[in-house]
C-alpha cells in the first residue's frame, strides 16, 4: 500500500488560529494540502478546558461553508453537558458526521467541570445524545499517556472508549514503529476491531518537537535526536532529515498494514506535502 491507494484514510489536523492573518493561512494551508494529498477530512483542535471552543467552531463553519469534510475535536473537560449537547447540535446543523472525542487537557488553573470526566463518558454521551449520526474517532496512545500509572491502565481506558461506541482511533504521534504494532497486536488480541490510524508528526524544529515530545511521551529516539541536535542551526538540513525520516516511517506503517495516517500539520503544508510525494513515487 502507498499513498496512492485510496482505499486508506488519509487525514490532516488543524489548530484555531488567533489572528486574522492566522486565519487567511489556514486557508492557504489547506488549500495546498487540499491540492496535493485531497484528506478524507481535516480535524480542527480544542483548547485546554475549552479554551478554544468558539475559535474552533469559527473555524469549522468556515471550512464547513466550501463543502470540506471537517472533524472538530470535543472534549468534556471543561464542558457542562448542556454546553456539549449545544455544540453537537451546532455540529449536526453544519453538516459534520464525524468528530474527534477526547477527555481535554485540565486548563492551567485547574479548574473543570465534573459532569463527564473521562473520554469513555463523552463517548457515551453522544451516542446517547445523536445515536449514530457522528462516526467517532478517539485517542490511542502507543507509548501510553503519561498521566497512566501503567501501560496496562492506559489501555484498559482505550478499551472503555471503545466499548463506549468509538468508530476508530487516532494514535498519538511516535518515532518509534514497533511501539505502534504492539499496540495494534494487543488490539487484536482484545479483539478490538476498530481501526487505529497512525498520527504522524513532521519535523521541522527541533527544539519545540523535543518539548513537545517531552511532555506529551512521545519518545524520539537516540539517533534521531542527535541527529537533530547536530542539525539545531541548519533548518534546511534539519527540514530535510525529518522529512526522509517521517517519510519512510510512513512508508513502513502503510507496507505492513495501518489503516491510513494522521498528519498533525501545525498549520503548515509543506513539510507534509514533501512527505505526501515521496509515498506517492
Not at 146 to 173: C, H, L, M, R, W
Request: glycine share 6%.
Amino acid at each position: 500500500m502507498n499513498a496512492n491507494d485510496r482505499s486508506a484514510t488519509f487525514s490532516c489536523e488543524f489548530f484555531p488560529p488567533r489572528t486574522e492573518a492566522g486565519i487567511e493561512k489556514l486557508q492557504l494551508t489547506q488549500q495546498k494540502l487540499d491540492e496535493i494529498i485531497r484528506p478524507e477530512y481535516y480535524s480542527i483542535t480544542f483548547g485546554a478546558g475549552g479554551t478554544t471552543r468558539d475559535s474552533t467552531l469559527e473555524i469549522v463553519k468556515l471550512l464547513s461553508a466550501k463543502n470540506i469534510s471537517i472533524a472538530p475535536h470535543i472534549s468534556c473537560i471543561g464542558s457542562t453537558k448542556q454546553q456539549l449537547k449545544d455544540l453537537l447540535e451546532e455540529y449536526k446543523s453544519l453538516g459534520v458526521t464525524r468528530l474527534v472525542t477526547l477527555r481535554g487537557d485540565i486548563p492551567d488553573n485547574g479548574e473543570s467541570t465534573k459532569e463527564l470526566s473521562h473520554a469513555n463518558e463523552l463517548v457515551s454521551f453522544i451516542r446517547e445524545t445523536t445515536g449514530d449520526h457522528f462516526n467517532i474517532e478517539v485517542a490511542a496512545y502507543p507509548e501510553y499517556h503519561p498521566e497512566s500509572k501503567s501501560p496496562q491502565s492506559d489501555f484498559k481506558y482505550f478499551k472503555n472508549k471503545v466499548a463506549a461506541g468509538a468508530n476508530g482511533a487516532i494514535t498519538q504521534y511516535f518515532y518509534n514503529i514497533d511501539a505502534y504494532f504492539r499496540f495494534t497486536d494487543k488490539c487484536i488480541k482484545e479483539n478490538i476491531k476498530i481501526p487505529v490510524t497512525p498520527g504522524i508528526m513532521p519535523i521541522t524544529n527541533f527544539t519545540s518537537l523535543t518539548r513537545f515530545s517531552d511532555a506529551c511521551g512521545a519518545e524520539i529516539p537516540r539517533w534521531i535526536r542527535k541527529q537533530l541536535e547536530a542539525y539545531a542551526d541548519d533548518k534546511d538540513s534539519l527540514q530535510a532529515f525529518g522529512i526522509d525520516v517521517v517519510s519512510k516511517l510512513c512508508e513502513q506503517l502503510l507496507e505492513q498494514g495501518a489503516p491510513g495516517l494522521h498528519f498533525y500539520t501545525l498549520n503548515q503544508a509543506d513539510s507534509t506535502n514533501a512527505i505526501w510525494k515521496n509515498l506517492s513515487t
